[in-house]
């Protein structure tokens, strides 16, 4: 059972039902939108309201699993109702609360919890912690990811590439990371940088919720943790401005409708996905550091953009893992227990290795 039809929540369900292994079911609160999907697809669908726990209990109860592709406020009821039905649970969510919310099930829970399977939380975690334990002693690990336009044409230099609430969110509440080794929170949109990948000029600054459980993952391994969102250069101080000075921070049903009034979807976007570790080998101070650029491109007769490619690809990639048992089969499973290679050899998560670029793409991949 996938639940949420929106822009991610429908190609999980058409990447998972592409295979002869999963018999797959859309669930949503948008009776409309079904229908045209179920039409379009042939994936059958169910109507239900996920804030009332007693439907969600019947649609629920006879799944093998349960993907939540649902605004982050909502995963945390999912979460709760799949571990009472022994239903395995996997989510999308970058909110520290809700994944705190679902780790305490885990001591009791008869199937996996595992929130937080896409980008960033998700496949970023699982780099940096493939990155990580080649070294003997850890310095820093540095984690960046942005979903961005590659034809930007507005002030911000941004389009909506995935869910405008969790936007909002991860720009909204404080950032864990660990600083001389203590766990910590930093402001969100604070500790600007600007670096250059291949040409372009990027800037990163703090947002919520990417590193997922590495903090507690690598607490006493690393002196500094961090996470950041790439944009373009300028976007930032003009989210500052609107969160900050026009106090849009407290009035984000307000900011949401003006994203959606004003900024464009786009199909034409670009994953940069950079990750840094610095520590020490054989008594020698390294480096080594992760970079990949995946592109919108065409898959299985529809285009994709790169966010939907990817976070779709994310937690399909895991959920096939735990039905082959390549994961535990129950219980909290962090994103950095999975094996990068297993990960990349797995008919979902190659996905993260096609990149391509533009309206009518040639193969570009970079990985260093």
């Not at 820093?140 to 405008?164: D, I």
């Not at 459980?213 to 101080?237: F, M, Q, W």
């Not at 998560?349 to 970079?366: A, K, L, V």
Request: proline share 4%.
């Amino acid at each position: 059972m996938i639940l949420g039809g929106g822009k991610i929540g429908s190609v999980i369900a058409r990447l998972l039902s592409a295979t002869p292994d999963y018999q797959v079911t859309l669930g949503d609160a948008n009776a409309l939108a079904l229908q045209k999907f179920e039409r379009a697809s042939g994936i059958p669908t169910r109507h239900l309201d996920c804030t009332d726990v007693a439907d969600l209990r019947r649609c629920l109860r006879s799944h093998f699993a349960v993907i939540s592709a649902l605004p982050y406020h909502l995963t945390a009821s999912v979460g709760h109702v799949a571990a009472e039905l022994g239903v395995h649970y996997f989510d999308l969510t970058e909110d520290v609360a809700s994944t705190r919310s679902i780790k305490a099930l885990a001591e009791t829970a008869s199937s996996v919890l595992m929130p937080q399977c896409g980008l960033a939380p998700g496949f970023i975690s699982i780099v940096a912690h493939d990155l990580a334990k080649g070294f003997d002693s850890l310095d820093a690990v540095e984690l960046r990811v942005g979903a961005l336009p590659q034809f930007p044409s507005n002030a911000l230099k941004y389009n909506l590439t995935w869910s405008t609430e969790g936007l909002i969110n991860e720009y909204c509440r404080p950032c864990e990371a660990l600083v001389n080794g203590e766990l910590t929170e930093v402001p969100p949109l604070e500790q600007l940088e600007h670096f250059s990948l291949d040409g372009v000029e990027y800037e990163a600054f703090n947002t919520s919720g990417g590193l997922g459980t590495l903090c507690e993952t690598l607490a006493g391994k690393v002196n500094s943790l961090n996470y950041r969102s790439i944009r373009y250069p300028g976007h930032r101080d003009l989210m500052k401005l609107l969160l900050e000075d026009l106090k849009l921070a407290d009035r984000q049903h307000l900011l949401k409708e003006l994203f959606e009034h004003a900024l464009p979807a786009t199909q034409q976007d670009v994953i940069v996905v950079f990750a840094t570790v610095k520590g020490w080998k054989l008594g020698r101070y390294l480096q080594e550091s992760y970079a990949n650029k995946i592109y919108a491109r065409e898959y299985a007769g529809q285009w994709l953009s790169g966010i939907q490619l990817t976070t779709a690809s994310g937690v399909c990639a895991v959920v096939d893992m735990v039905a082959n048992g390549q994961l535990p089969d129950k219980g909290f499973v962090r994103q950095e227990q999975v094996s990068l290679q297993d990960f990349l050899d797995n008919r979902f998560g190659r996905n993260f290795m096609n990149t391509r670029s533009g309206s009518t793409p040639d193969q570009h991949s970079e990985v260093a």
